[in-house]
């Protein structure tokens, strides 16, 4: 998805903004029950490989293919001391740059880069990317996640080696 311009008003793109930074600060906090409040019901949750950053997620490799039943098994083995990757948890700092939206219908369509610094076990790593998000607006007002796609920049996960939390 390539969004060349902004076709949604000042006030859309400030709460779509507000949206990103509060998931930010949720993942950041390993908040992640909350986090998954952010999806809808039909909701996935989307990393291509770094070999094929544009590829379909029904033809071909995924890191991460989550629908939102297999997001909750996630969120509830990355909280427990049996996700040895992530215990203890990383400490991460998101920052989230260059947002663009274009609004069809019912849904938004987001583009936003990313920086993830993960510090764990004495070891310091960047990820780097895109972010390719659809939300939705519910009967409620509030924005939630039809599709919340990280495309890394990297060209292969070393020396990180895995992902093991949430980009």
Same mark, same amino acid.
């Given at each position: 998805?390539?969004?060349?311009?902004?076709?949604?008003?000042?006030?859309?793109?400030?709460?779509?903004?507000?949206?990103?930074?509060?998931?930010?600060?949720?993942?950041?906090?390993?908040?992640?029950?909350?986090?998954?409040?952010?999806?809808?019901? =039909?909701?996935?949750?989307?990393?291509?490989?770094?070999?094929?950053?544009?590829?379909?997620?029904?033809?071909?490799?995924?890191?991460?293919?989550?629908?939102?039943?297999?997001?909750?098994?996630?969120?509830?083995?990355?909280?427990?001391?049996?996700?040895?990757?992530?215990?203890?948890?990383?400490?991460?700092?998101?920052?989230?740059?260059?947002?663009?939206?274009?609004?069809?219908?019912?849904?938004?369509?987001?583009?936003?880069?990313?920086?993830?610094?993960?510090?764990?076990?004495?070891?310091?790593?960047?990820?780097? +990317?895109?972010?390719?998000?659809?939300?939705?607006?519910? =009967?409620?007002?509030?924005?939630?996640?039809?599709?919340?796609?990280?495309?890394?920049?990297? =060209?292969?996960?070393?020396?990180? +080696?895995?992902?093991?939390?949430?980009?």
């Amino acid at each position: 998805m390539r969004i060349t311009t902004s076709t949604v008003n000042h006030a859309v793109i400030a709460e779509i903004e507000q949206f990103l930074y509060n998931e930010a600060d949720l993942l950041d906090d390993w908040h992640l029950h909350e986090w998954l409040d952010l999806f809808l019901p =039909e909701g996935q949750y989307l990393v291509p490989s770094t070999v094929n950053r544009d590829g379909d997620p029904n033809t071909d490799l995924f890191l991460v293919q989550d629908d939102r039943f297999l997001l909750e098994q996630r969120v509830n083995s990355l909280q427990t001391r049996a996700a040895h990757a992530e215990y203890p948890h990383s400490r991460t700092r998101r920052l989230i740059t260059n947002v663009r939206a274009v609004s069809s219908d019912d849904t938004v369509d987001v583009v936003a880069n990313f920086a993830i610094y993960r510090f764990r076990s004495g070891a310091s790593d960047v990820y780097v +990317g895109r972010y390719h998000h659809q939300l939705v607006r519910t =009967e409620s007002g509030e924005l939630k996640f039809r599709v919340r796609k990280s495309v890394l920049d990297l =060209e292969a996960l070393r020396p990180h +080696g895995k992902v093991s939390f949430i980009l």
